[in-house]
């Protein structure tokens, strides 16, 4: 995992500044005297604002940031306000976790605002906050939100100098076929499941089933993606809570080996959140159990109880996403392939406009924009390709399509790199090419809504760049017409 291919440094650049923006945001609560409670809810905070900010541009991961504070306080004096109701608590969480849900549809700002507004009600629970410690608690938030973006935004700017590509989303539909309407009430439904089966288990700790529900329909979009989900996040607590044993039992809430534990469970989270949801969930594990030791309630029971809690919020996660508006694996996954397959022409044609003598064109947003895609395609495959998936046909498909969209990007790769040659002249044999491309393409996709394939120039050049560049479009047209093959027989993979 620690060995994943880290192009740039940029996993290793924000997961070290997410240790010091934390760790700036804990002693900054402390120097100000606030109580220990109060300093993990500044600690969460700033983890939160760190990880689930992720705007297109610097600017608005500011603005998104400035507004975590408007969502948070107002559910914060809520949360504490209802320990003593406990049916006006749980309905007013459920709300708060379907408008969560609902407010994705506002894209990466709506997202951030809905986890930190669940969370915020989550570590209320998990602390155990009363209405007489909101002072402390709005200052100790507001106070670690400030020291966390004067790191994220002023000392260590990452996202200035290398910003992230965009992956477009794909068409929203109307109605409950709009994803985050219908992943609204399959949430809500998992996590009301998960409150009953949690506060059957205990009435004290009954929130992390909740918890459990809300985090595995976080970036997930179909049936498969939820339960596959679902499965890790069981794995990573159940070695989290063997760490734990280990670990976390032993030091009985010494504060500073403590400390540096819960800033490498920071780091590895930050680390392997985009490798591994299992991973990332093992270090959640462990951290959880160090914060409980240093509140002084952590014993090797409580870590038994986290594993019991933890199968009930995802059985309830699987229930809703199998009764409810279910979503087929095929569906989504479809979607995706098909943009990605766009995103190829749109790259194709690009390189051929930059060849034809076009400075303006440039194929290079566009090759990232495939891989950022590409990535998503993995994610939606996920559970066809799993290992405990027995429908091997499936399987065998789904492997070849991630094969052959692979051989794509990597030729894609290789034309926006000819097209950036200067000298590379024009060649007519290219435009043949871009438009066989194209065929393939609208065979895969139907039809495009633009053509955007230069005309061919008169006298053909012999430029060795035109060369390369016509072999890696003869590698997209067979990968493309090898696509057609199990993108046909997509019916049977899905789930």
């Known amino acids: 995992m620690f060995m994943a291919p880290d192009p740039g440094l940029a996993r ?151 910003p992230p590509p965009a992956v477009p989303a794909p068409p929203a539909g109307r109605g409950l076929s709009r994803p985050t309407t219908r992943q609204a009430f399959q949430a809500t439904a998992a996590c009301a499941f998960a409150i009953a089966a949690g506060q059957f288990l205990s009435h004290e700790r009954w929130y992390w089933a909740v918890g459990t529900a809300w985090w595995i329909f976080v970036n997930t979009a179909s049936r498969g993606e939820t339960l596959v989900r679902g499965f890790r996040r069981v794995v990573g607590t159940v070695t989290g809570i063997a760490a734990g044993l280990l670990v976390a039992v032993p030091l009985h809430g010494a504060p500073a080996p403590t400390a540096a534990l819960v800033g490498a469970c920071v780091f590895g989270i930050f680390y392997t959140a985009a490798l591994s949801y299992s991973w990332m969930m093992f270090f959640v594990t462990v951290m959880a159990g160090l914060l409980y030791g240093l509140l002084g309630v952590l014993h090797p029971g409580l870590l038994g109880l986290r594993l019991a809690e933890t199968g009930a919020g995802a059985l309830g996660a699987a229930l809703a996403v199998a009764l409810i508006l279910p979503v087929t ?78 051989d794509c990007a990597r030729e894609v790769r290789g034309l926006a790199g000819v097209a950036a040659d200067p000298y590379a002249s024009h060649d ?4 043949a090419a871009c438009l066989r491309v194209e065929a393939a393409v609208e065979v895969l996709v139907g039809a495009l809504p633009e053509h955007e394939v230069a005309a061919a120039a008169g006298v053909p050049g012999h430029h060795p760049g035109a060369e390369q560049a016509l072999a890696h479009l003869h590698g997209l047209e067979r990968a493309l017409a090898a696509l057609a093959t199990p993108l046909r027989g997509s019916s049977a993979m899905g789930a």
């Open 12 to 162: 290793l650049r924000v997961s070290l500044r997410a240790v010091l923006g934390i760790g700036l945001a804990v002693t900054v609560s402390e120097l100000a005297g606030l109580s220990l409670t109060a300093s993990i809810t500044g600690g969460l905070a700033a983890l939160l604002a760190l990880f689930t900010v992720g705007d297109p541009t610097v600017r608005r991961q500011a603005v998104t940031t400035a507004l975590l504070p408007v969502v948070g306080f107002p559910v914060l004096a809520l949360a504490t306000a209802l320990h003593s109701v406990p049916t006006v608590r749980d309905a007013t969480w459920l709300a708060v976790i379907f408008c969560g849900v609902y407010a994705r549809r506002w894209g990466p700002r709506g997202h951030a605002l809905g986890i930190f507004a669940f969370m915020t009600f989550f570590i209320t629970q998990f602390l155990h906050a009363v209405p007489g410690q909101l002072p402390q608690l709005y200052a100790a938030m507001a106070l670690s939100l400030a020291a966390s973006s004067a790191v994220r935004f002023g000392a260590w700017c990452i996202e200035r100098r290398t």
């Open 329 to 406: 694996t095929h569906a989504v996954t479809d979607r995706w392939v098909g943009q990605a397959v766009r995103a190829v022409h749109g790259c194709t044609s690009a390189a051929a406009r930059r060849l034809a003598g076009d400075s303006d064109a440039d194929p290079a947003p566009r090759a990232a924009e495939l891989e950022a895609l590409l990535g998503r395609v993995r994610f939606a495959l996920a559970p066809l390709v799993h290992p405990l998936n027995p429908l091997r046909a499936r399987k065998a498909r789904a492997r070849q399509v991630l094969a052959l969209l692979d």
């Open 428 to 431: 007519a044999r290219l435009t």
